[in-house]
C-alpha cells in the first residue's frame, strides 16, 4: 500500500556539537519541511515489509534525503 507524508519539523534548540572544545552546528535546521513517499506490505500473514524515501528543506540551504527499508517476520 502506497503512502504520502508531509511533516514540518521546529527544532527549538539548534543542532550542535562540541568536541575538544571546538564546536559546530547545523545552521537552517530551525524549521523544516520533509516530503516523504513510501509503500508498506503484507507478503505472507507473518511477513510485512516496507520502505521510504524522505527528502528535508531547511533554511540557509539545509537538505536532508534519506530512505528506509525494513522488514518484519511474526514466529
Known sequence: QPFV????IHNTQPASV????VSSDMRGTKNI??????????ITPRLNV?????QQVGDQG???T?????VKYSF
Do not use: R
Open 62 to 64: 539545509y537538505s536532508n
Open 33 to 42: 519541511g520533509e516530503l516523504k513517499v513510501g509503500i508498506e506490505g503484507q
Open 5 to 8: 507524508e508531509a511533516n514540518w
Open 18 to 21: 562540541k568536541m575538544d572544545d
Open 50 to 54: 516496507w520502505g521510504n524515501v524522505a
Open 66 to 70: 534519506q530512505g528506509l527499508l525494513g
